[in-house]
């Protein structure tokens, strides 16, 4: 008996060793927003926003404060941002579909993870399938309200099943993921991507988060404008029709209260999320990163959507906590397609030779201060921007108009000093750079065009009509 007692013992322990969390392996769980603009975390510096788990990761973890989306080629932004994420390149060297690169997900799965899914997979279901194993409560898509979300299952064999339609959106993915995290039992990592659909419009959070800013609404943005000073290409884009023009101030400030409400139930969620984590024995050996694919004007420089390249639309939150990530941020300029390469090396997955992006890890552990020197962005053929530790230069090809920003003095692009003769040269060393990097992604896209537009805006031309996902009070309250 005792020698069967010492066997067990012994199997116990080999079996308790087997199943201890491997520092070398370990999880990362990705939750993705959409639409959320860096400047709406408390913790970042908003005092006016309650998002108490997303503050707690920025409190335990590294926040990348001047992080960015490089932008798009399509007035849905959100599906090139994606791409890029997912790819680890320049939207100008992968395709909307991702049939043309290996994926994070799919590396990862290659080397030994387990890949789980739920939520917006905006680049189609081929690619999809490629990159996960499991998943629950996907939705293929770029636009839906949050409480008919249209959803499918990963069966055992391979398809897309259990066609549904059901919400609340944020609640729906959360609960698929903590399910995962409550039933996942297995040896090998886990890799799990929770892809939001909010705070993206329409922006109809659930009770009491719908009303939680009226009483004390939120400000107008510093570069608030009633509309934008000149065309710039997709003023009549469906995200610019959820408001009138000239935007009226009072519209604006219950918009942006709707948009907090959003971000504050989403909050909740990453909470739930976090504590199903912490239950199921996983959060000691998780990496748990959070960002959004891009950000959202919604008043700022008279626009609403993220068809720009201003600070507002194409920066956004990336912030990443684990075993191994001390407290602390980094004004170094970043992509949101770093990640591929620093979530490969946290992995310890050597990435492809051929991505853009480039390994944050040194800016955590101080060995290094930056990454580059500089930004890209740019959206369809409408503008083209770069930018250094300072200052930023915004062109127009299509209308013939330049910006200067100095961001240090002018975080909200405020002031243009394009005209002023002393910042002649920096605009020729900007925009000299400016072409350096669209050689090096390839875009071909030429600065200085024949142009008969003068950019002028006739409000009076401008149309709008409410989009099919809008929910009635919303369509009786802004339309």
Not at 111 to 129: E, Q
Not at 277 to 306: C, M, P, Q, R
Not at 428 to 439: N, P, R, S
Request: hydrophobic content about 40%; overall charge negative.
């Amino acid at each position: 008996m005792k020698g069967i007692s010492l066997l067990l013992g012994s199997a116990f322990l080999l079996f308790t060793a087997c199943r201890a969390p491997d520092p070398d392996r370990p999880n990362i769980l990705f939750l993705f927003a959409d639409d959320q603009r860096a400047d709406t975390i408390g913790a970042w510096g908003n005092p006016g926003i309650s998002t108490p788990n997303i503050d707690q990761l920025a409190r335990e973890g590294f926040s990348f404060l001047a992080n960015y989306n490089m932008g798009g080629n399509s007035g849905a932004v959100c599906i090139p941002s994606r791409a890029m994420v997912n790819s680890g390149k320049a939207y100008f060297r992968v395709q909307h579909d991702l049939s043309d690169t290996v994926l994070l997900p799919e590396l990862l799965g290659a080397n030994g993870y387990t890949t789980f899914a739920t939520g917006k997979w905006h680049n189609g279901p081929s690619s999809w399938l490629r990159a996960f194993q499991r998943g629950k409560a996907v939705f293929f898509g770029g636009m839906s309200d949050h409480t008919r979300v249209p959803l499918q299952d990963l069966a055992l064999d391979g398809t897309l099943t259990n066609d549904r339609e059901e919400g609340f959106s944020s609640e729906a993915f959360a609960d698929a993921v903590i399910e995962f995290l409550h039933t996942y039992d297995e040896d090998a990592p886990f890799y799990a991507y929770v892809a939001f659909t909010a705070p993206h419009d329409p922006r109809q959070p659930p009770m009491p988060y719908r009303e939680m800013y009226y009483e004390d609404l939120p400000p107008l943005p510093l570069n608030f404008l009633p509309y934008h000073p000149f065309e710039i290409g997709d003023m009549q884009v469906r995200d610019e029709q959820l408001a009138s023009w000239p935007r009226p101030p009072s519209i604006l400030r219950d918009q942006i209260a709707e948009y907090y409400g959003l971000i504050s139930h989403l909050d909740a969620q990453v909470g739930r999320i976090l504590k199903a984590l912490e239950e199921a024995g996983h959060a000691e050996n998780t990496y748990v990163i959070y960002a959004a694919d891009h950000g959202l004007a919604i008043g700022s420089h008279g626009l609403l959507g993220k068809q720009s390249v201003y600070e507002h639309s194409q920066r956004s939150p990336l912030i990443i906590t684990g075993p191994k990530i001390p407290h602390g941020n980094s004004a170094a300029l970043t992509y949101l397609f770093d990640l591929f390469p620093t979530v490969s090396a946290l992995a310890n997955i050597p990435s492809p030779i051929d991505l853009d992006g480039l390994n944050l890890s040194g800016l955590w552990t101080g060995e290094h201060e930056k990454v580059r020197d500089s930004l890209f962005l740019a959206y369809t053929d409408v503008a083209r921007a770069v930018r250094d530790e300072r200052y930023k230069l915004i062109r127009y090809p299509q209308v013939n108009r330049t910006q200067l920003f100095d961001l240090q003095r002018d975080p909200d692009e405020i002031q243009n000093l394009a005209t002023e003769p002393s910042h002649a040269k920096r605009i020729q060393d900007l925009t000299t750079l400016l072409m350096e990097w669209q050689e090096r992604v390839g875009d071909t896209q030429n600065l200085v065009i024949e142009s008969l537009d003068a950019g002028t805006v006739n409000i009076d031309k401008l149309e709008r009509s409410p989009d099919r996902w809008q929910p009635p009070w919303i369509v009786q309250k802004y339309f």
